[in-house]
């Protein structure tokens, strides 16, 4: 599932090419996507101008002339840049032509994406007015960790999983931040200490920065099977690690299932 590096590393790669430019049609190939999108869309999109490619959450916001698109990959979904005309994958859904000659193309297997349209400040979108602070903005730090871990049991992996309390953190990335922090993913959140809300959040912001620096800069290098990027799996220190040694202290990587997902932990670096 493409998580916040993946989405932040295709923004990257398609703005140059998108950004500025005019989208002169829209083919609908399938609409039904996790929310049909409305046949009037094409109509609506002809003729706009992009006038900037922006993230929120795993959200790709392309900012209109008159709106903004609201895309998102789901489970399974990627977005290309190719010449017009080039052939067309399964799963290529959406295409937009831009006044350049190229197309971006949304490839979506699963149809757990979406693209929807507002003409209203997309802030107040139903879908993004209430999503937490973004690990990579202001706002997120370890007094806030500390703020909402307070009054709640649940372990705290599955808290960080929680998007109304962090945002675009997924389950690869809560789990070595875990282990950057040291703190068991199965502890309770609140019984951290304000010390190790600050670790944590500081080893949420750093997996996530390293994630996106080995995203790769072409979309070439985003499109794995799933969605994790190549470059940055070799850097993983629990996740889907199980048995092998741990990187730090050599001993054997712990596998838990937490929430029906699963949990890597080292048991002794992590306490
Ligand atoms: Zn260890």
New binding site residues.
Partial sequence: MPELPEVETTRRGIEPHVLGRRIDALLLHEPRLRWPVPGTLPATLAGQRVRAVERRAKYLLLRLARGTLILHLGMSGSLRVLAAGSPRLTHDHLEFLLDSGEVLRLNDPRRFGSCLYTEQDPALHPLLRSLAPEPLEPGFDGDYLFRVTRRRRVAIKLLLLNGRLVTGVGNIYASEALFRARIRPGRAARSLTLAECGKLAQSVRAVLALAVRHGGTTLRDYVHADGTPGYFRQKLFVYERAGLA?R????PIRQRVQGARSTYF?P??QA
Avoid: F
Wanted: proline residues 0%.
């Fill in positions: 741990c730090r202290c050599r001993t080292c002794s670096c």
